[in-house]
């Protein structure tokens, strides 16, 4: 059967490419993109860190304002 991918990357710390603090989740989040847009996401040189910041400014603006509204009716 062999050893399993994540189980080989149990235990390794790869550093973060920018200065946040907060906790990861265990599991990464991965969507393919057209191939223009990937061109030029993967052309950054801190692409995790970029992709990582316009996520999280996406979510507090789009879904964390939404429950926000909805917690006001």
Do not use: F, Y
């Not at 490419?17 to 057209?34: F, N, Y």
């Not at 191939?35 to 507090?60: G, H, Y």
């Amino acid at each position: 059967m062999g050893i399993k991918r994540n189980d080989c990357l149990k235990g390794i710390h790869i550093p973060r490419q920018d200065d946040t603090t907060e906790k990861l989740a265990d599991l990464a989040t991965a969507t393919r993109l057209t191939v223009d847009i990937d061109t030029l996401v993967r052309s950054l040189p801190n692409r995790s860190a970029w992709l990582r910041r316009v996520i999280t400014e996406a979510a507090k603006r789009e879904l964390i304002n939404q429950e926000d509204t909805c917690n006001d009716l």
